[in-house]
């Protein structure tokens, strides 16, 4: 079988649309302590979901059993990827590793596959390699195809007219014939962009996902120079308004694009959807804005909370004052690179919990922050964020908790709870918070 042309990056990366930060809180155990609710309630509660109900993570844990040589599907794994990296030294793959990277989302045409699988990494590449663990299908038709079943030219962006009628979509008919390229049995993945994100009718759209097995959406809020525009996201995405440039650029956004993904996907909650994250200056032109550490934190967990089942860097720069396709390993990403293996280190401290059901309905936040249940061995874990572009004092109630106090983790202090409600503060629209609540789960899962 000829090798087909390796994934090409149609122009730069995608884009994301509004919702939340995160914040983690898992109860636990911690030292008691009592407060007057009406002394800290910031601002009326805001109910969040009806009745409790349980619900497993999209696709259930062994997800990916079905698929030949599919990725880990043990409780303390969770996917954490870097985009189209070159592997041609152990150097390289310790380097990542030590960063909390375990798993690479194509790789360039001189890597040599071995050091990843070698080194217990997982691997999702555009060849029919066995030792992969996944089959990247494309990246972005829905952006350079369009969304239609017309006939395919066989061209990639930049090698002329893409399908046969200037006039005609094909992005459908790019991805059912490279899907033939796909070894027998092994998960088949698609990246898509604006397309899905914002273009494209809800049915389209969702048409695109139902083709693979595993989805991702790119929508770069944080330094992407048109998102913000009304054809975009500056649309309000799903509000029918205009967003100002201040809500735009939030890391709330980044979970809105898993939340649109995972709202395209049927039935719902049937399949992973994993989430994008740029980790530099992915754009060329030089004003664009370059990503903060704390926003890529932000982001990161944004996505998290919205139910992305991995994370994956973009780590390329093609603007800014360092160019480099090697963002996290160089010095290109000196600024960011301690921010980014905090961030994974805590995801994979709270792997288990992020694998575990979720629980829905049980809590009730204020206005400025969104926020979801876990429970995992007799705790139940909560991951908010905040939605205010700045500084607030956010208010959690939990319907049924016998906590007195919240450890917030990694930050060497604790919070008070009084008859299940705790306030926290939120210093800005980056702020991330995770805490541990003594208590049981009062029967729940």
Same mark, same amino acid.
Request: proline share 8%.
């Given at each position: 079988m000829m090798r087909r042309p390796s994934v090409r990056n149609s122009g730069g990366p995608g884009s994301v649309a509004p919702l939340l930060i995160v914040l983690v809180v898992v109860l636990a155990s911690c030292e008691a302590a009592s407060t007057s609710a009406d002394d800290r309630a910031s601002s009326p509660p805001t109910r969040v979901g009806g009745e409790p109900t349980v619900r497993p993570v999209d696709g259930g844990t062994d997800y990916y059993a079905q698929f030949t040589n599919g990725l880990p599907t043990s409780a303390d794994h969770f996917p954490v990827g870097v985009w189209f990296e070159s592997l041609v030294s152990a150097e390289d793959v310790a380097q990542d590793r030590s960063l909390g990277i375990n798993t690479y989302v194509e790789v360039t045409a001189n890597s040599d596959l071995s050091l990843a699988t070698e080194a217990g990494m997982s691997l999702i590449v555009s060849s029919d390699d066995r030792r992969a663990h996944g089959f990247l299908v494309t990246d972005e038709p829905d952006m350079w195809a369009g969304a239609g079943s017309e006939e395919w030219s066989g061209n990639y962006p930049g090698e002329g007219q893409i399908c046969r009628l200037s006039t005609a979509r094909c992005g459908f008919t790019v991805v059912e014939t490279l899907l033939r390229d796909a070894p027998p049995g092994v998960m088949t993945y698609v990246n898509y962009g604006k397309g899905v994100a914002f273009w494209h009718s809800d049915a389209e759209a969702a048409q695109f996902l139902d083709l693979v097995d595993l989805v991702s959406v790119?929508?770069?809020?944080?330094?992407?120079?048109?998102?913000?525009?009304?054809?975009?996201?500056?649309?309000?995405?799903?509000?029918? @308004?205009?967003?100002?440039?201040?809500?735009? !650029?939030?890391?709330?956004?980044?979970?809105?694009? =898993? *939340? @649109?993904?995972?709202?395209?996907?049927?039935? !719902?909650?049937?399949?992973?959807?994993?989430?994008? =994250? *740029?980790?530099?200056?992915?754009?060329?032109?030089?004003?664009?804005?370059?990503?903060t550490g704390p926003q890529i934190r932000a982001a990161v967990w944004s996505g998290i909370v919205h139910g992305a089942r991995g994370v994956i860097y973009f780590n390329h720069n093609f603007g800014g004052d360092c160019i480099t396709q090697h963002v996290l390993r160089d010095a290109c990403g000196d600024a960011v690179r301690a921010d980014v293996a905090a961030v994974n280190r805590q995801i994979h401290q709270l792997a288990p919990i992020l694998n575990a059901p979720f629980v829905d309905g049980l809590l009730t936040t204020s206005d400025g922050v969104d926020a979801v249940v876990k429970v995992h061995d007799d705790s139940f874990t909560i991951i908010a964020g905040s939605t205010a572009d700045g500084h607030q004092l956010a208010t959690f109630d939990l319907a049924c908790t016998t906590a007195t106090a919240g450890q917030v983790v990694g930050e060497e202090r604790s919070v008070p709870v009084a008859e299940g409600r705790f306030v926290d503060e939120f210093r800005d629209a980056n702020a991330v918070h995770i805490y541990q609540l003594d208590g049981g789960t009062c029967g729940i899962g």
């Open positions: 790119d929508t770069y809020w944080f330094t992407d120079p048109n998102i913000c525009g009304r054809s975009e996201g500056g649309q309000g995405p799903g509000e029918g @308004r205009h967003l100002g440039e201040s809500r735009c !650029r939030l890391a709330a956004n980044y979970g809105w694009t =898993v *939340e @649109r993904a995972r709202s395209l996907v049927q039935p !719902r909650g049937s399949k992973p959807v994993w989430h994008f =994250v *740029e980790v530099g200056h992915p754009f060329s032109e030089s004003w664009a804005p370059t990503i």
